[in-house]
DNA sequence: ATTTTAATTATCAAAATTGAAAATCAAATA
DNA sequence: TATTTGATTTTCAATTTTGATAATTAAAAT
């Protein structure tokens, strides 16, 4: 009985607020404020379903990491079995597929990894992680390269990647995108060629 | 007569505090308490050597786009007549050589472009000149690479490197970094045989 | 309709940040 | 040494940000 709690949609509708904000502004730049207007609720709702500022950012960081884990795995099994590594890069640099502000609140962590060393203990595994899931994609279509060549194939597209989403505060830049993407290619290609 | 002035000596002591301030917690992030820490003088200095909030970023995209193109013309001046491209990728991602906060700094003010349509026109420049001044070197010894391939290349080295450096606020994480170089130089690679 | 539960709003104090000006101190020269 | 120029420190008010609690309102069940 009472009053139906909202407390799990309210949750969610901050946490999103605040990862617009982590991406716009950095971790120390999302003001309470500003999350608040993002989100379109008063200030006090923020501390009410989530808490101060430590709680805020350590539910983010929970909710980035399971996330992304979730998205990268469920990317990964919509693969087509022919072409896949083709596939993933075509997703990986596909504006209206993939989503920017994920690499930019990535980028927004590891920059505050510098003053958190749990958060850096966190986010060395997930970039690793990251990186491991890309070569998982292109082991399977590039069986005789070295493990070597492996590694470098996907930290190579992982940083092209990163590195092209990070771009995109500065508007359009389809230009250096398309570049990039073809690199990532080349990169894979060169596998092939081992 | 008069005392003398130490106003330049004081700005570039600011600015330098600024930069590191920036490439640690942002652009929104770097408060004048912080940069007068970091700078070893009262925050009043700050005022009466640079100016308010405004003329300190401006001061910095000045500072940073200058010194930016000195250092990289004097970085492909000094390369060899042989193996130019294998050196630059060495001296790119040696972290002794290399320096990371320019790379943290760039990054800090293209996320900070999205609030800011001027700097944003300004790091879209940069960004591209930046590519462009590898795309040069690469040029010199592939001659016989499609533009395209060239552009791709450079973009794809370029994207690569500033990933690399932008990693480092979590610490040591030179296993990355070697894939990444080695990336790099397979990237380049593929130019040779095309 | 009353009760109960919880969302929402109002309000306050403390701390941090910024902008700005006045006052003071230091190092030159005449 | 007196003067002048400018660095440095002191101080103040205004604004922003944060933390926290009390008061109010809304929506369910009995």
Same mark, same amino acid.
Request: aromatic share 6%.
């Given at each position: 009985m009472g009053r139906p709690s909202v407390k799990d949609e309210r949750r969610e509708q901050i946490l999103r607020a605040y990862e617009t904000c982590v991406a716009r502004f950095g971790v120390e730049g999302a003001s309470l404020e500003k999350i608040a207007e993002e989100a379109g609720l008063a200030r006090p709702l923020i501390r009410h379903n989530v808490g101060n500022r430590d709680d805020l950012l350590a539910a983010l960081v929970d909710r980035f990491l399971s996330r992304s884990e979730r998205s990268v795995q469920r990317m990964i099994d919509a693969l087509?079995? /022919?072409r896949a590594t083709e596939t993933l890069i075509d997703w990986l640099f596909d504006p209206n597929y993939s989503d920017a502000q994920f690499v930019l609140v990535a980028e927004a962590l590891i920059a505050a990894s510098q003053e958190d060393p749990a958060l850096a203990t966190l986010m060395k595994r997930w970039t690793r992680d990251f990186i491991a899931s890309l070569r998982s994609v292109l082991e399977n279509e590039a /069986?005789?390269?070295s493990s070597d060549d492996l590694d470098a194939v996907a930290a190579g597209v992982a940083g092209i990647y990163f590195n092209t989403d990070s771009l995109t505060p500065m508007g359009n830049m389809s230009d250096v995108r398309h570049a990039s993407k073809r690199a990532a290619l080349m990169l894979v290609a060169s596998l092939e060629r081992s």
């Amino acid at each position: 009985m009472g009053r139906p709690s909202v407390k799990d949609e309210r949750r969610e509708q901050i946490l999103r607020a605040y990862e617009t904000c982590v991406a716009r502004f950095g971790v120390e730049g999302a003001s309470l404020e500003k999350i608040a207007e993002e989100a379109g609720l008063a200030r006090p709702l923020i501390r009410h379903n989530v808490g101060n500022r430590d709680d805020l950012l350590a539910a983010l960081v929970d909710r980035f990491l399971s996330r992304s884990e979730r998205s990268v795995q469920r990317m990964i099994d919509a693969l087509p079995d /022919s072409r896949a590594t083709e596939t993933l890069i075509d997703w990986l640099f596909d504006p209206n597929y993939s989503d920017a502000q994920f690499v930019l609140v990535a980028e927004a962590l590891i920059a505050a990894s510098q003053e958190d060393p749990a958060l850096a203990t966190l986010m060395k595994r997930w970039t690793r992680d990251f990186i491991a899931s890309l070569r998982s994609v292109l082991e399977n279509e590039a /069986s005789n390269a070295s493990s070597d060549d492996l590694d470098a194939v996907a930290a190579g597209v992982a940083g092209i990647y990163f590195n092209t989403d990070s771009l995109t505060p500065m508007g359009n830049m389809s230009d250096v995108r398309h570049a990039s993407k073809r690199a990532a290619l080349m990169l894979v290609a060169s596998l092939e060629r081992s």
